[in-house]
Each structure stands twice: as structure tokens, then as C-alpha cells.
């Protein structure tokens, strides 16, 4: 949930033009990583948690690229990201992390 309102506050600096372009891409993919996380939680099985966490990761991996694109772009200052980025690695490292331990007697 941190990272996607560090995300929400990022976005509100992307230019209007970019409204139904890259900024909707990126926002309906962070909020898809604790939406998947907790979809899957619910679920009845480990092996079906496990898929749900797979997603939240590639998820992620959505919002870490948009992220650089619009760095990228100059639609945010180089620097502004990076915060959200770091974070978004240590998030991606613990689900992976999650998702083994969820698989591995399966």
C-alpha cells in the first residue's frame, strides 16, 4: 500500500496530457500489486496464492517500467521515482521471497 500512494502522489505531477495515456497505465498497475496480494490471500489454496503473488510481481514490474518511462520522458524530474523504485525492488525481492516459501512443498 506504501508504494502505491508514494505512486497516486507521483502521478499528480505527470502532465495532464498524459491523464488517459500513461498515467492510468501506471496507476491500475500499482494498485494491482495489493489488490493481487490480497486476492490471493483469500483463496483457498497455497498453490492459487502463489499465482496471485506471481501477478502482483509482474504487477510490479509494470509499475517500475512506467515509472522509468516517464523519468525517461522528463514527464517527471529524473530523481522523483527513486524513492518509489527502491521501494518496488525491496517489494519485488519479498515476494519472491513469499512466493518460494508458498511453493515449496508443493
Known amino acids: 500500500m506504501d508504494l502505491a500512494e508514494m505512486v497516486y502522489v507521483l502521478s499528480r505531477s505527470l502532465p495532464k496530457e498524459e491523464q488517459f495515456r500513461l498515467t492510468s497505465q ?3 498497475a500499482v494498485a494491482s500489486v495489493p489488490a493481487n496480494i490480497a486476492e490471493g490471500y483469500q483463496r483457498e489454496t497455497r498453490k492459487d496464492y502463489a499465482h496471485f503473488i506471481s501477478i502482483a510481481r509482474g504487477s510490479l514490474a509494470e ?3 512506467f515509472l522509468l518511462i516517464a523519468a525517461r520522458a ?3 524530474p529524473k530523481a522523483a521515482p527513486e524513492p518509489a523504485l527502491a521501494l518496488a525492488d525491496e ?3 519479498m ?3 513469499l512466493r ?3 511453493t ?3
Request: charge should be negative; avoid cysteine.
Open 91 to 93: 517489494l519485488s525481492r
Open 95 to 97: 515476494l519472491y521471497a
Open 104 to 106: 515449496s512443498d508443493l
Open 26 to 28: 501506471l496507476l491500475r
Open 63 to 65: 509499475t517500475e517500467t
Open 100 to 102: 518460494q516459501s508458498l
Open 74 to 76: 522528463d514527464l517527471l
